[in-house]
Nanobody, 120 residues
Framework: QVQFVESGGGLVQPGGSLRLSCAAS????????MGWYRQAPGKQRELVAA???????NYADSVKGRFTISRDNAKRTVYLQMNSLKPEDTAVYYC??????????????WGQGTQVTVSS
């Protein structure tokens, strides 16, 4: 079982930026892709971005060109740089592992997530 600790969320104005971090613990992380997911109030959790250990990435259409996912395998940490934030990006953000970068099926239990609120 892999555990996750997400951080970096907060309140930001539209057009602003945030950088989220997710520290993962567990063995064999290198064989999995890692993904950032988000869940807005009243909506289903959705995959935002994913990255393999080799650096291949996949993004949801809604965040392409604005968000960048990166990964430090030595630190077992995945990051999400979010620029040009919009109110519709408001959600709790979580990370998880998945079999490959195009999958949206998480393989472990969820962490506590980090709240991102975009509002003026």
């Amino acid at each position: 079982q892999v555990q996750f600790v997400e951080s970096g969320g907060g309140l930001v104005q539209p057009g602003g930026s945030l950088r989220l971090s997710c520290a993962a613990s567990g063995s064999a992380l290198g064989i999995y892709a890692m993904g950032w997911y988000r869940q807005a109030p009243g909506k289903q959790r959705e995959l935002v971005a994913a990255i393999t250990s080799a650096g291949s990435t996949n993004y949801a259409d809604s965040v392409k060109g604005r968000f960048t996912i990166s990964r430090d395998n030595a630190k077992r940490t995945v990051y999400l740089q979010m620029n040009s934030l919009k109110p519709e990006d408001t959600a709790v953000y979580y990370c998880n592992i998945q079999r490959h970068v195009l999958s949206s099926t998480p393989l472990s239990s969820w962490g506590q997530g980090t709240q991102v609120t975009v509002s003026s």
